[in-house]
């Protein structure tokens, strides 16, 4: 989203030539270094052959991946909306606002469910990140961070944590405790930190990890114990906005999107880059495995959703509508995976029908555009947070 990415120029001596210029973080071998940009494009011609240059191999890039994307349509052979022809159709959804949050003094930037189904944590632009009981609307905690833009926001798999981070290039994690009287500040853990703004986080299958992305162009599994860095990925070439760790509990595999427009899947082991994704036209804002863990969906500021099947390695089906011009921001899959709720920006949440590909019903009542939407552990709801402040949920 472009109201949400930011360039940090730094300026000092290079790492190679020593020579103060404006400065570009790079990565050789996993190895975080600052170079000028004469120095890059000159280590990027080192190792040519006769007669190559860079446009020539990048042309050559272009090549394979037409012919890659040629194997792909052969072995396309039906559209999804197609097989599902005799699936019954979705009748209304009586889906209305149940609870307003409003505490935040400025635009809520994200938002996550606790396990409990009954608990989640949001975080603004006004600083603060706050925990709330969904059910009685209370505030159980407050943190006011030491900047603005608190872009990413977690809750811990057992409940007893939280995890935050934005325009600080940081990750903290505060853990939670029954004293709603307590200053979480004072007990403040830095995990991570990124060269660039933190733009998403998620805690693993268990409160000692933590995956986080950045605009830097990378993601990053961190020990929370330790603030050590336990595997980077490398394979974005801009800003990385939105991450989702595989539903599976043994899974080891995550999605990350970015402003390259690409949809990358993970491998936590190895650090790999097993699959790519690159069919929307523009900045993917979210991307949200399917529940089975088989397939999973991207919003993008092309006004599209699209659903990718990592076993058909291939895109299988797009969410849009001529009369929809705003982009998704955020995405989330019912329990049962019938259902697909994007939010927008033009204010809306829409509710897609995952296998017909229609659009089943629009929801109103934010005032400004959905940042961030997710449907709560049990399936019973969903919370959408917004730039006006509140955070709403619907069931």
């Known amino acids: 989203m472009c ?30 270094a600052t170079y000028c940009s004469f120095c890059v494009d000159t280590m990027a011609c080192e190792g040519l052959t006769k007669g190559e240059t860079l446009v020539t191999l990048k042309n050559e890039s272009d090549s394979l991946k037409k012919k890659l994307e040629e194997e792909r349509n052969k072995l396309h052979d039906i559209e999804l909306h197609k097989v599902a022809e005799k699936v019954e159709v979705l009748g209304a959804l009586p889906i209305k606002t149940r609870r307003v949050l409003k505490g935040h003094s400025n635009k809520v930037l994200c938002m996550d469910w606790c396990k409990d189904k009954r608990r989640l944590v949001s975080s603004s632009q006004d600083g603060k990140v706050i925990v709330w009981d969904a ?34 290039n940081k990750c903290c994690v505060f853990p939670l405790s029954l004293d709603k009287n307590e200053n979480l500040a004072a007990k403040k853990k830095n995990v991570a930190m990124h060269t660039n703004y933190l733009s998403a986080c998620s805690f693993t299958n268990s409160d000692m990890q933590i995956l986080t992305s950045s605009g830097d162009g990378t993601c990053a599994l961190w ?85 990718y099947d990592l076993r058909a390695d291939r895109e299988v089906a797009i969410y849009q509508k001529d009369s929809i011009i705003f982009g998704a921001t955020s995405v989330d899959f019912s329990q049962s995976g019938r259902l697909l709720f994007a939010g927008y920006n033009d204010y809306t949440v829409n509710a897609w029908d995952v296998l017909k590909g229609t659009r089943v019903s629009i929801l109103f009542g934010h005032e400004n555009r959905i940042s961030s939407l997710k449907v709560s552990p049990d399936g019973t709801a969903f919370c959408s947070a917004s730039w006006d402040n509140t955070l709403r949920i619907w069931a």
Request: with cysteine; proline share 4%; charged share 15%.
């Open 3 to 32: 109201d949400q990415t930011f360039v940090a120029i730094t300026f000092g001596p290079c790492d190679r030539c020593e020579k103060n210029f404006p400065l570009m973080s790079i990565y050789i071998q996993g190895e975080a």
């Open 135 to 168: 059910f009685t609307l209370n505030k159980e905690h407050g943190v006011t961070m030491p900047c603005t833009w608190v872009m990413a926001c977690a809750y811990a798999p057992s409940g007893c944590a939280i995890a935050c981070g934005g325009l600080d």
């Open 223 to 307: 020990d929370v114990e330790s603030s050590q860095l336990l595997q980077s990925f490398h394979g974005h070439t801009a800003d990385v906005l939105s991450l989702h760790l595989a539903p599976s509990e043994t899974g080891n595999t995550f999605v990350s999107g970015g402003c390259d427009k690409k949809c990358n899947v993970w491998d936590m082991r190895s650090g790999q880059n097993v699959q790519s994704f690159e069919t929307h036209d523009s900045d993917v804002n979210c991307v949200r495995y399917y529940p089975s863990g088989d397939a999973f969906a991207s919003a993008s500021d092309d006004a599209t959703c699209r659903l």
